[in-house]
């Protein structure tokens, strides 16, 4: 394989192997599509910062030819790879739990290849030819996957486990990025605007998988794995998912009897009421492995998200309590840094008892979009709306006088006090003798004050239309206030001093 060129192989904005790659004014390849959407949304570059433009992308012709070069060997291959023949792992893993390991590992002749893992899952077969796997990974928010791997002739082949090597995420899982967020800023979680979108590209790769029949099975923080995170761009930011399959209910591998294995694993802190109820029954055709069993999940998921990462009935050590309280309608309570009461009622739909009730992944994204995160860390969000009343002021009469001057501009304005009762509505309507019927205007009433302002500047105001002297005039506000004033307007003065009308309470 083309060892020496590997780093032109994975595009550096989706951390996947090229189809078409472009090289842009910075000098770097990436995806087309992938840095045409990067450049419209931000306009500069992912890795220099500098400014770029769709017009300045060329095709790169030689890391197309290497990614040829690669995709033919893993064709050749059929997607199947020999350990310790083309792929070389570290002896202990890096991560483990009951039924699976993951290693770290390596391209034998090309060690510059794409970074990868190796995925071991115990007491498994694989139910699929190695192709399925890597064709069913081809999306952008799921861990892909390269092939099967297939046992040195010096393992222990009284194991019976299968290996998948897949990409390697430079970030880890999003849990563990939780718990770090977590350690350094435990007064707050991830920002609402990224949380979303960290959810939308989780639904996006439950929408494809529930496309193929695929119960994911362990929707979960830790199966999801971040390749790019940007709290400040969260449309920056990437994860992929990863693990699914595993569960009973699913096609894609078998259970070897009397072995151990992932299989057999109910996450029961993430599993929603009809699973745990049929836990202790051993037939798989029991019709609760549905989509709706990810939806349950999803809604833990958003929950330990909201949680920085915090462990569902973390109170509770025994799973049988837990268990329990699930199945009587008890759920997880609302995390402190959730204070979008929309995205705890969409966390606790998802959680529904009935799977009916719950909504689809498709429908799960529409909701998500219609939410507005902007608003959700405002101090006002759960404050009630301002009080609006309308609002008409009623002059008295009067007099009208020819005035031989040019016209003077009026600023009118009216403070009142609280009204006593929050229900009492009043309504002012402004008539004077510039204005008439259509001209009448409704204010706002906030906390209880009333300010209005009228510029004559942008009305024409026929000439002699007011008397050098304005008689006194009283305005009734009704039983609750009253305002009086005497005002006197000199048609000497110049026009451009403006002549204030203030109305005093009494």
């Known amino acids: 394989m083309a060892g020496q060129y590997s780093n032109c192989l994975v595009c550096p904005i989706t951390f996947a192997l090229f189809y078409d790659p472009v090289l842009a004014e910075d000098n770097q390849t990436y995806e087309r599509s992938a840095i045409i959407d990067w450049i419209q949304r931000n306009g500069t570059s992912p890795l220099t910062r500098q400014p770029l433009t769709i017009a300045g992308l060329r095709p790169n012709l030689l890391a197309k030819s290497f990614v040829n070069e690669f995709r033919e060997n893993l064709s050749k291959h059929n997607y199947k790879f020999k350990l310790g023949v083309d792929i070389e792992r570290c002896q202990n893993p890096f991560f483990q739990t009951t039924g699976k390991a993951l290693f770290e590992a390596k391209w034998i002749g090309n060690p510059n290849g794409p970074p990868i893992v190796l995925l071991k899952l115990y007491g498994a077969r694989a139910e699929k030819e190695a192709s399925f796997y890597e064709n069913l990974t081809r999306h952008p928010h799921i861990v892909y996957t390269y092939g099967l791997v297939q046992p040195s002739s010096t393992m222990n082949h009284s194991e019976t486990f299968v290996m998948l090597l897949q990409e390697m995420a430079p970030k880890g899982s999003l849990f563990n990025f939780l718990e770090h967020h977590a350690e350094t800023n435990p007064n707050r979680s991830l920002s609402d605007i990224l949380l979303k979108e960290i959810f939308l590209q989780i639904t996006d790769a439950m929408i494809f998988l529930s496309s193929k029949n695929i119960i994911h099975g362990d929707l979960a923080c830790r199966n999801v794995l971040v390749f790019r995170l940007d709290d ?85 050590k025994n799973e049988s309590v837990i268990r329990k309280k699930v199945i009587s309608g008890e759920r997880l309570s609302r995390p402190n840094f959730c204070k979008s009461d929309y995205q705890w009622e969409l966390i606790l739909k998802c959680m529904s008892q009935k799977p009916d009730d719950r909504p689809t992944f498709l429908e799960l994204k529409t909701q998500l979009n219609e939410s507005n995160p902007t608003l959700i860390n405002s101090p006002i969000t759960n404050s009630p709306p301002p009080i609006i009343r309308p609002v008409t002021v009623v002059p008295v009469t009067q007099e009208q006088k020819k005035v031989e001057q040019r016209p003077q501009s009026i600023i009118d304005t009216i403070e009142t006090h609280k009204l006593d009762s929050p229900n009492h509505t009043e309504t002012y309507k402004l008539d004077s003798p510039s204005y008439n019927e259509t001209e009448r205007t409704s204010f706002p009433v906030i906390n209880g004050n009333v300010k209005l302002r009228k510029s004559f500047f942008e009305q024409k105001i026929e000439e002699q239309q007011r008397s050098s002297t304005a008689d006194q005039s009283r305005i009734s506000l009704g039983p609750k206030s009253s305002i009086v004033r005497t005002a006197s307007i000199k048609s000497t003065r110049p026009p451009e001093e403006l002549i204030k009308v203030g109305f005093i309470l009494v």
């Open 232 to 316: 400040e761009e969260p449309k920056k930011t990437l994860v992929k998912l990863t693990d699914f399959g595993i569960s009973r209910g699913n096609c894609m591998y078998s259970k070897i009897d009397a072995v151990n294995t992932a299989i057999d694993i109910v996450p029961i802190r993430s599993s929603p009421p009809e699973v745990l109820a049929n836990i202790d029954d051993d037939d798989d055709t029991v019709d609760v492995f549905t989509e709706k069993l990810d939806m349950y999940a999803m809604g833990v998921l958003m929950w330990e998200a909201y949680s920085n990462g915090k462990l569902p009935w973390g109170q509770y």
